[in-house]
Structure formats: structure tokens, C-alpha cells
């Protein structure tokens, strides 16, 4: 019995043999089970597998609208109807006969295939902008660079075996499209493509009537970026389109797709953060061949962000129209009695000189922002893109420019604060300035006589370039470029919005400098550049008496749900992503100095003998303002105008810039409008506001 034990005992005490055992056992186990799965039950299996497969599809939500400062819509998404298609378990010719009926459903009813196959809308060439795009194009694709577009679509007949599809040559040419849109993203049976957009409501029928004939191919309804003023406000709003690769590539854990649309410029691109929305997700169950039997939703859609801005739509309006209509009275002779050819484009900025918050911001020429949204053809593309106009540049911040005489100003500040003139003190004006250069004054140039003995005031309203020479000279280019910072000017802004110039101050960061340069700069020439809004700010801390605002775009943010996003938060994310941490500020100048400079530029619009009084003579609206015309090396003159309304309670500061406009005069044009539309919207809301007190007056008794 005891020999017996030992021999268990010994038998157990080899954990080696028992392992063997076990594995072995189990290995047992497993073979059987999978004769059992693969041979004995396998076909049964294998069928119910391919009825019941999951796939997990992303229901898009709906991006946030962007409004004016008073609810009125500048941006939303309309229901529309895409066309996916997953790549499922079917033979290649009916997938290809799939692919034939969809194109003939589609190409029946006006929709067309959506692809990035680099082919022209004729279906008969390349799109490629340069040759450097083809060779990069085809060394991608692994194709020969010598080949034609003949030969490569004859590679793709014979990659994707289309050859039978010969005797239709353009929906043979579609369905290389469709597939090569399919391969590029790596469709699968639970990854699709899409291969249509915003299809009608005739294609969505006729699919969904032969949706067991079309394998793979899944109508899908999405939230589609609507804007239903067209081309208002497109530099401010930007617009949306699909994302890039190398977008994808930086975003996709943030749960963007190949698929995802995305910002591009403006306000669409800056806040595509609270824009966005969060995207559902709906389980499918398929078959094999991608029909579906049935969804359900494990995960809602939450729609992005609204936005207000602080721009009015009336205010907007008017001035895109204002300017444009100035330009092409310009341009065809109309408005001053001369043609104007050379005026060509431009930009006007309006701001609240109280909060500093951005009324109207008008850049032209403009585009329409839906054409984006719709997918333009490479050659329309080619076309806005190649513009020399460029009308998608947003000149109210990225366009620079010499600030003219509407510098002056600054100057005479600069002077006062220097003590190197008073108020009083009258300067001759000789016509030819003695030092430096020897620059003549423009009434000298054109008349051949000159403003005599002016004070700042007399100088800002005849804009005597001999009065400001001298103060240049009294006070040296750094008074100057001290008291040009103080101002903002030469400095972002940090609105919010990317792309914004910085602007480049004279004498800063030149090497040499002569006292001719100085002269120069004084009345706002040099390489002085500055941007439309960073000049709409400066004359803003004038009308206000001394305050820089930090200027804005954004007036509220609200989620889905109705909940206000902090402006703190706002703040902070602005300053992130523009790099740019603006405050408000006092620039410290005395009252009376402040006084001096209104007078003299109310002057300028009121008076006999100022530079805008013939375009605001009948107005009855005070305006004090100053013109300008700022010289461009081998091309016509800038025309420059500032102002700000109501001169003795000042609301609004109006910037107006006309590329080749020639003078100030004519571009003061533009501004006029603008003001009366302002006060036209102030009085009717005042009275509102009287109307509705009194019937609130009436309710209490």
C-alpha cells in the first residue's frame, strides 16, 4: 500500500507530464470542435454568417448655424441625399453592373459621379493644373509618366476589367471614377465611399426602386452646409468642403472619417471646434451582398454650436453693395465724370468705436460659398483660384496698404505729445518743402499754389502735406513709430479669424535711414502698410477719446442645448489659435488734443475747401472724416477714406479702401451710404423700442 502511494505521489510531482497532458487534451478538444464548425455544419454556419454581419455606419450631425448679431441666418444645413457604396461580396461583373446602373440613374436625372480622379468635366482630358501635378500624380498612382490620358485610362480599363464597357465610352470612364474613389479610401464591406452628392429627389427614388439590384449602394441622408445669401459675408463666414488627407490624418481621433466635411476658411474654419457637432452611430445588420435587415441607433447625433456674429446683415449688405457699385461707377465713368479703369478692388471695415465689436466687414471682389459646398469643377476651380483679383482674399485684414494722408492724424498726435507743436501754432506752407528731398505739397502739384499758414486743423482739412512735413522733422521717425504702436497700427488685431497681416511701420526696421524717409512717412507713405481693420480701430480710439478696443467678431456662443458658452472661454480660444492676446487699452492723449483732431476732420466733410465736403454736403448726418490717397510704385493711387458718425455723439468708425480708386474723394463714396443705412437701422430700432415699451405700459395697467 505504501509502495503504492510513493509511485502517485512520484507520479504528480512531474508537473512537466501533467502539462503535456493537459494541452493535450485540450488540443483535443479543438480539433473537434472545428470538424465540427468546418465539416460537419460548416456550409450551415458559413450562411448564417454572411445573413448576419454588423457594420457600423456614422449618422453626421448637423453643424451649427451662424447668425448676424440680431438672429438673422447667414449659415445653416439643409436635408440632402449622398450615395455610398460599400465593397461586398459579389463577383466583378455584377459589381460592375451595379456600377452601370447607378451611373445610369444618376447621369438620367442631371446628378453626376463624385470623384477625385483628376479627369476635365468633358470626360476627355486630364484636370491637372501643370505638368508637375501630372508627373506627382502618376508617380503616386504607380502609373507610366510618359503615358497619355488615353493610355492610363486604358490601365484602368484593364485594372478595374472594364473592357465590355467599350461601346459606352463615358460611363465606362465613370466607373474608373467610382472605383478609383472606392481604392483610394480603402472601401470594404463595412468602410464605404461616397460616390454622389446631393442627389435628387428622382435618383433617390429610382435606387431605392432597385436597391437589390445595386449591390453595395446605400442612399444616406446628411446635413448639408447651406448659405442662403450667397456671396454676404463670405470673407467673415468661409465655407466648408471635405476633408484632406492630411487633415484626416490630424484629426481623425478627434472622430472626423474620410468622409467628414470640415472648415476651410473664415468663421467655419476657426470655430470648426464648436461648429462640428458630435456624429451618431447606427448599427446595421447585413448580408454579404450589403443588404441591410436592420439598424439600430447606439449613439445620437448632437448638432454643433450656433454662433452669432457681431456684424448686421442690413449693415453687411449695404456695404458690399456700396463699394462694388462705386468701383464699377468708377470704373465705367458714371460717378466723377471720368473713367477710373484701374479701380479694381477694395474693402470696408465698420466698427462700434464703443465695444470695438466689427458691424460690417466687406472684402471685393467676393464668390459664392455654396459653389464650395456644391464641389465646383476643376476648371471653375482653376478659374476663382487663378483670378488675379483673387476674390476669395480677405482684404479687410490680409490686404496692406499705405494709409495716405489718413495718417496725418497720427502725426499731429504725435507732434502735440512731442510738445513740438500747440494747437495754435500756424506753419507756412511753401508748396516746395525746403528739407530733405524737397517734396511738394499736392495743392502745389495740381495748382500751383499752396494752403499759406494753417494750423493742425486747418492742415487735417486742406490735408497739407507741407504742415505735416514739418512736424515729421520736428519730431524724428521714432515719435512717430512710438505713437503708430500706440494706435495698434503695425500690430494684429487678433480678431478671430486666421490670415490676418500684421502690417509693417516705417522707419522700424530699416537699416538706413534718411530724412527724406521721414518726411515721407509723416504723411503716410514710406513703407508704411496697414490693414483696413487695423485702421478702422485707430480712427475708432480718436472718435472715442482715447480707447483701443480689442476688436471682435464673435457675439455669442450657444450649444444645442441653449447653453451660453462663456466669453472667458472664447477669449482664451481665440488667442490660442490667432497667437494674439490683444487688450484693451488707453492710448493717453489729452482731451483737447483729441478735440482738435474731431474738428479738423469734421472739416473735411463740412466745410469749403475740405477734401470729402462735396460728397457729405447734403447729408444730414455729421460726419468727420479724412481722405486719402496712397501711392502704389508703377500703379494708380489707392483711394482712402476714415470716418466716423455722429461727430458729436460718435457711434460708428467706417474704413473704406478702393485698390487703383485714385483719390479719397471718390472713395468717401462708398462711406456715405453705409452711415445713412446705420442711422436709418438706429431710428427704426429706437422706435421699436418706444413701441414695445409702450405696450408693456399698457399690460401693466
Known amino acids: 500500500m505504501k509502495n503504492i502511494f510513493e509511485k502517485v505521489m512520484k507520479f504528480f510531482e512531474n508537473r512537466i507530464l501533467i502539462l503535456y497532458i493537459i494541452v493535450g487534451l485540450i488540443s483535443v478538444v479543438f480539433i473537434v470542435q472545428l470538424f465540427n464548425l468546418q465539416i460537419l455544419n460548416g456550409k450551415e454556419y458559413r450562411e448564417q454568417s454572411e445573413k448576419r454581419m454588423l457594420r457600423t455606419e456614422t449618422v453626421v450631425a448637423s453643424r451649427g448655424e451662424i447668425t448676424d448679431r440680431n438672429g438673422i441666418v447667414l449659415a445653416s444645413s439643409k436635408l440632402s ?42 470626360l476627355n482630358d486630364f484636370s491637372f493644373e501643370n505638368e508637375d501635378a501630372e508627373k506627382k500624380w502618376k508617380e503616386e498612382m504607380e502609373i507610366d509618366e510618359n503615358f497619355s490620358f488615353e493610355q492610363t485610362i486604358s490601365y484602368y480599363i484593364d485594372k478595374y476589367d472594364l473592357s465590355e464597357y467599350s461601346h459606352d465610352r463615358n460611363t465606362q470612364i465613370r466607373m474608373i471614377q467610382i472605383k478609383y474613389e472606392g481604392n483610394l479610401n480603402g472601401y470594404s464591406l463595412f468602410n464605404s465611399v461616397t460616390v454622389a452628392k446631393d442627389i435628387s429627389q428622382e435618383s433617390v427614388a429610382q435606387i431605392e426602386e432597385k436597391k437589390s439590384e445595386l449591390y453595395g449602394v446605400n442612399v444616406v441622408s446628411v446635413p448639408k452646409r447651406y448659405y442662403p445669401n450667397g456671396t454676404l459675408a463670405a470673407h467673415i463666414i468661409g465655407y466648408v468642403s471635405k476633408i484632406s488627407d492630411t487633415e484626416y490624418a490630424e484629426k481623425k481621433e478627434e472622430g472626423y472619417t474620410i468622409n467628414s466635411i470640415i472648415g476651410k476658411t473664415g468663421i467655419e474654419q476657426a470655430f ?45 449688405k449695404t456695404a458690399e453693395e456700396s463699394i462694388e457699385n462705386v468701383i464699377k461707377k468708377l470704373q465705367d465713368g458714371t460717378l466723377v465724370g471720368k473713367k477710373v479703369p484701374e479701380a479694381s478692388a477694395g474693402s470696408v471695415v465698420v466698427l462700434d468705436i464703443e465695444t470695438g ?48 494722408s489718413t495718417y496725418k492724424m497720427l502725426v499731429g498726435i504725435a507732434g502735440l505729445k512731442a510738445n513740438a507743436i500747440t494747437l495754435d501754432e500756424k506753419i507756412l506752407d511753401p508748396g516746395i518743402y525746403p528739407y530733405g528731398h524737397k517734396p511738394k505739397c499736392w495743392i502745389y502739384t495740381q ?9 493742425l486743423e486747418g492742415a487735417i482739412k486742406g490735408s497739407c502735406n507741407c504742415y505735416f512735413y514739418e512736424v515729421g522733422r520736428r519730431i524724428g521717425i521714432d515719435e512717430i513709430i512710438k505713437t503708430t504702436k500706440l494706435f495698434g497700427l503695425g500690430q494684429k488685431t487678433g480678431i478671430e479669424l486666421y490670415g490676418e497681416s500684421t502690417g509693417q511701420i516705417a522707419g522700424e526696421k530699416e537699416e538706413e535711414w534718411y530724412l527724406g524717409d521721414t518726411l515721407n512717412a509723416a504723411i503716410g507713405q514710406s513703407s508704411n502698410l496697414y490693414t483696413p481693420i487695423q485702421l478702422a480701430n485707430y480712427i475708432s ?62 472739416s473735411v466733410t463740412s466745410e469749403s475747401g475740405g477734401t470729402a465736403s462735396i460728397i457729405f454736403k447734403n447729408s444730414n448726418i455729421q460726419v468727420a472724416g479724412k481722405t486719402g490717397t496712397s501711392q502704389v510704385a508703377g500703379k494708380q493711387n489707392n483711394g482712402i477714406f476714415v470716418g466716423f458718425a455722429p461727430y458729436d455723439k460718435p457711434k460708428i468708425a467706417v474704413v473704406a479702401i478702393i485698390e487703383g480708386g485714385g483719390e479719397g474723394t471718390y472713395t468717401a463714396n462708398v462711406v456715405k451710404p453705409i452711415m445713412e443705412e446705420y442711422f436709418k437701422i438706429s431710428t427704426e430700432d429706437k422706435a421699436n423700442d418706444k413701441e414695445q415699451n409702450i405696450v408693456e405700459s399698457s399690460i401693466n395697467f
Open 272 to 316: 470648426e471646434k464648436y461648429l462640428k457637432g458630435k456624429d451618431g452611430v447606427v448599427k446595421a445588420e447585413t448580408d454579404s451582398q450589403g443588404n441591410v435587415s436592420s439598424e439600430s441607433t447606439t449613439e445620437e447625433a448632437v448638432a454643433g454650436n450656433s454662433i452669432a456674429l457681431t456684424i448686421d446683415y442690413r449693415l453687411q
Open 357 to 404: 465689436e466689427t458691424l460690417a466687414m466687406a472684402s471685393f471682389p467676393s464668390y459664392n460659398i455654396n459653389d464650395m459646398v456644391s464641389g465646383m469643377s476643376a476648371s471653375e476651380l482653376n478659374k476663382l483660384f487663378n483670378d488675379p483679383l483673387n476674390p476669395m482674399y480677405n482684404r479687410a485684414i490680409s490686404g496692406t496698404y499705405a494709409p495716405g
Open 447 to 455: 495748382y500751383h499754389r499752396t494752403h499759406g499758414y494753417v494750423n
Open 541 to 602: 480710439a480718436i472718435a472715442n477719446g482715447g480707447t483701443l478696443n480689442k476688436v471682435s467678431l464673435i457675439k455669442n456662443i450657444k450649444s444645442s442645448d441653449d447653453n451660453e458658452i462663456s466669453l472667458s472661454e472664447i477669449e482664451e480660444f481665440a488667442k490660442e489659435f490667432t497667437g494674439v492676446d490683444f487688450e484693451s487699452r488707453d492710448v493717453g492723449i489729452e482731451r483737447s488734443y483729441v478735440d482738435a483732431i474731431k474738428r479738423g476732420m469734421l
Open 81 to 122: 441625399f449622398d450615395v455610398d457604396l460599400y465593397r461586398v461580396r459579389v463577383t466583378t461583373q455584377e459589381q460592375n453592373e451595379t456600377l452601370a446602373k447607378l451611373i445610369n440613374i444618376l447621369v438620367s436625372n442631371g446628378d453626376e459621379v463624385y470623384s477625385s480622379f483628376p479627369i476635365n468635366e468633358e
